[in-house]
């Protein structure tokens, strides 16, 4: 199946600082990149939308000043969580959609932890 | 707009028995369904998919599950739990746009 590899794996950060996350298709063009946080003991909330070379389109609720999300390539897309709090400590994951669009492939997520 | 409902938060059984994990759906086209499994700090894993076709699906580790379009239903099957089975378990539905909604998730503990 298709892989979709996502880092880094863990990060901790200090409060106020911004960390990058990023999300690539290895063996796939992915014409559309999904954006998700879990927080513990929850299930999986899509937070946004991407596609290649446009905006990206932000779920209700979700600052899209602080969740900055760059897809700047088929094989790329990139969260950057500005300004950390330890409120936004989570669980991110990303997935890809090909041109089939009926499955997403997932990344192994990234623990994100602010200190 | 489309949901998932997994209405077993906790489901404990004895390692050898059956299981069965419900899943619900309500979406107005044709669903696209899948059961993933997780491990605690882990990342999603693929058990199987519902696309079209025959509706009793085979997957991984021994799971089937069975798409019930008149009970919008796709419900997870193992004959035999193992100690191992032990996570939590994701239905999901996706959109022709790729967009994945999650249900809430089951927790599965297996007793020895």
């Known amino acids: 199946g298709a892989v979709v590899s996502q880092h880094p794996s863990r990060v901790i950060c200090k409060s106020g600082t911004s960390v990058k996350i990023e999300c690539r298709s290895l063996d796939f063009q992915a014409t559309t990149m999904f954006w998700y946080r879990q927080f513990p003991k929850q299930s999986l909330m899509l937070m946004a939308t991407?596609?290649?070379?446009?905006?990206?389109?932000?779920e209700q609720g979700v600052e899209k000043d602080k969740f900055l999300i760059n897809h700047a390539s088929l094989t790329l897309s990139t969260l950057t969580v500005t300004s950390a709090h330890p409120e936004d400590s989570s669980f991110y994951i990303c997935?890809?959609?090909?041109?089939?669009?009926?499955?997403?492939?997932f990344g192994q997520g990234t623990r994100l932890t602010v200190v | 707009a489309q949901s998932v409902t997994q209405p077993d938060i906790h489901i404990t059984v004895s390692e050898g028995a059956s299981l069965e994990l419900r899943c619900n759906y309500s979406?107005?086209?044709?669903?696209?369904l899948f059961w993933y499994v997780q491990s605690p700090g882990q990342g999603l894993q693929l058990l199987l998919k519902y696309f079209s076709g025959d509706t009793l699906v085979q997957g991984i580790k021994g799971f089937e599950a069975e798409f019930k379009r008149s009970q919008s239903s796709f419900n997870l099957r193992k004959p035999s739990v193992h100690w191992s089975d032990a996570a939590e378990y994701f239905c999901a539905l996706n959109t022709n746009a790729g967009k994945s909604t999650f249900g809430d998730g089951t927790t599965l503990t297996v007793k020895p």
């Open positions: 991407s596609n290649e070379g446009s905006k990206a389109t932000y």
């Open positions: 979406y107005g086209a044709t669903p696209y």
């Open positions: 997935s890809a959609t090909g041109t089939q669009n009926t499955e997403a492939f």
